[in-house]
């Protein structure tokens, strides 16, 4: 059957605002034993999951302390009945709370045996744990201070440091988000700040990235994101998940950094003068069009002056992350305090190359005159300063290397949000120095606090917070291709509508005439423009007839009469009103 096609003549994706997508999560799990898990029941977790069409992530499981990722030996257990696999292939199977202690051998083989030194199967190649019924434990963990439990595999893989391994998580996205939610932000905060928690999340742990090891994507702990597992699922943390299933915010048709901060101070700052750029270590780097610098009250003026971020910060003006204990704050030093913590930290953040000329070890600093701020980005934050001395000037660049030159008591300063008055006595000797700053954090993206505040006091939805703070963004599933390779003829996707408004947005580069879909059980098949207005080539098709509030499933086919060589990049982004009629 045909249907309505829409045309426009560029990328909208700088003018809609998706609202909302959720969906269950993407594993069932029946009862649980409540003598084992009774944190995990009065956490909901023994209510089972809708089906979930979710990516499979794989998380590297770290130690007690997370001070390493590799293991000699590591015990695993099934809070119900344990199954063990060898390559896909089922080879044991032990009782509820049966530990089996895993260790590997010299010749990279492995030895699996109960606690009484009971040998039950030596392995070679990859181990799989699986807990059908259950969840899956690891033997003297605890996370959040409760025995690790983690839905998903865990499995066991050879480490290419030597006669060791790493242990995975292989779970689906959207499980993996709801061990991550609650430990990246309080649930005090809000479902409309969890569920952009949950999105800004998501992007992350989708977005490609150099990978720490080829065993697994991302890592349990603030390298990546704190995954503290299924024990540390909170209720409103998994509602929050679910009713943004498959989201992700989406600026020029890519995932967008969805960096984040605990406060930002009022203002947030563009990701130019705050990250140095990944590759080639330059700074400032390359600005994101969506990380743009912003305060919360849109008349503030920029605080790139002295005079401006000395009056912000020595204020408490009105903005949405007020009630974060780190919206102000002060610190103090006497000279000599600050310069024997200066000449600590100095050697460490030369090793940035951020820190010219490089202060080694064994370097002495002479007696200080000033801390004299050269440039500020938007916010006010500090981009460069100079530590002045009576024989030596040492420029700081970059946020995070000057939170950690100026410590006080061993702690880093919480942002670099911060303004200085340098205090001499009447023959100009520096006596002391007292810094004014605002925020936690880097101050880029969300704010946390803010979040909250804009959910739980201003009543706004998690689209609205994520679009103050990343600039120009959608929201939508995540981009994918179809095409005819028959290993590609086919993708399914789902996600959740808040609102019954979506469409779907085609790149049709190779002038391809039809798009077949099967949306949430029926079949729909749209006839595609192959002529643009302007050479562009993005179609937009309205669907918001074919999709419900809450879960839905969408699958598209490549039409096979259209053969290989071609393809369609596409993806589903969900609105506030029913645009059919519009033309962009």
Not at 23 to 48: C, D, I, R
Not at 303 to 328: C, G, Q, V
Request: proline residues 4%.
């Amino acid at each position: 059957m045909g249907s309505k096609i829409t045309k426009f003549s560029g990328l909208v994706l700088s003018i809609l605002s998706g609202f909302f997508l959720v969906s269950g999560v993407a594993m069932a799990y029946p009862t649980l034993p409540a003598a084992t898990l009774k944190a995990a029941y009065e956490a909901g977790l023994n209510k089972p999951d809708a089906s979930s069409l979710s990516e499979i992530i794989r998380v590297g499981i770290g130690s007690q302390s997370f001070g390493t990722y590799v293991y000699k030996n590591i015990g695993i257990f099934g809070t119900s009945g344990l199954e063990i696999y060898n390559n896909g292939s089922l080879v044991e199977r032990f009782p509820a709370n049966k530990n089996v202690n895993v260790s590997i051998n010299p010749d990279l083989s492995y030895v699996l045996k109960e606690d009484d030194g009971t040998e039950v199967a030596k392995l070679s190649g990859t181990i799989s744990f699986k807990c059908p019924e259950g969840l899956l434990g690891v033997k003297n963990l605890k996370r959040a201070g409760a025995q690790a439990l983690y839905r998903g595999n865990l499995d066991i893989v050879k480490s290419s440091t030597g006669v060791q391994f790493n242990l995975v998580n292989r779970l689906p996205v959207e499980d993996y988000l709801k061990g991550v939610v609650p430990n990246e932000m309080p649930v005090r905060f809000g479902l409309e700040a969890l569920k952009a928690q949950s999105v800004a999340a998501r992007n992350y742990v989708l977005s490609p990235r150099v990978k720490s090891s080829p065993n697994y994507d991302v890592v349990d702990s603030v390298a990546s994101q704190v995954y503290f597992g299924a024990n540390s699922e909170k209720e409103l943390g998994n509602q929050a998940v679910s009713q943004t299933e498959g989201i992700v915010a989406l600026y020029d048709w890519d995932l967008i950094l969805a960096q984040y901060s605990s406060t930002a101070g009022g203002y947030t700052e563009s990701y130019s003068h705050a990250f140095s750029d990944p590759k080639t270590k330059a700074f400032p780097s390359e600005e994101k069009p969506y990380l743009k610098a912003k305060p919360d009250i849109l008349y503030q003026k920029p605080l790139r002056s002295e005079e401006a971020a000395s009056a912000y910060y020595k204020s408490t003006p009105d903005a949405y992350d007020i009630r974060s204990p780190y919206f102000r704050w002060t610190r103090e030093w006497q000279a000599e305090e600050l310069r024997k913590a200066l000449e600590q930290t100095l050697v460490v953040q030369s090793s940035t190359g951020f820190v010219k000329p490089a202060f080694n070890k064994g370097d002495t600093l002479d007696k200080l005159i000033e801390l004299k701020v050269v440039r500020r980005g938007d916010s006010g934050k500090i981009v460069e300063m100079e530590i002045v001395t009576q024989s030596q000037t040492y420029k700081v660049y970059k946020e995070l290397v000057i939170r950690r030159l100026l410590t006080k008591n061993g702690s880093a300063l919480p942002s670099a949000n911060v303004v200085f008055e340098n205090a001499q006595d009447d023959e100009g000797n520096l006596v002391s120095v007292k810094a004014y700053g605002g925020g936690f954090g880097h101050g880029v993206g969300m704010s946390q606090y803010g979040a909250g505040f804009m959910g739980s006091e201003l009543h706004l939805t998690f689209d609205k917070i994520l679009q103050h703070y990343y600039s120009g963004i959608i929201l939508g599933t995540k981009p994918l291709i179809i095409s005819g390779d028959k290993n590609q003829n086919s993708a399914a996707q789902g996600f959740w509508a808040n609102k019954k408004f979506a469409n779907i947005v085609i790149d049709n580069k190779f002038q391809v005439k039809t798009l077949k879909t099967v949306i949430n059980g029926k079949e729909h098949i749209f006839d595609l423009p192959t002529s643009f207005f302007g050479g562009n080539r993005c179609v937009r098709i309205n669907i918001s007839n074919y999709i419900k509030t809450g879960h839905n499933e969408i699958v598209f086919y490549y039409p096979v009469e259209e053969g290989t060589g071609k393809g369609l990049r596409l993806f589903v982004e969900l609105v506030e009103k029913d645009d059919n009629d519009s033309i962009w």
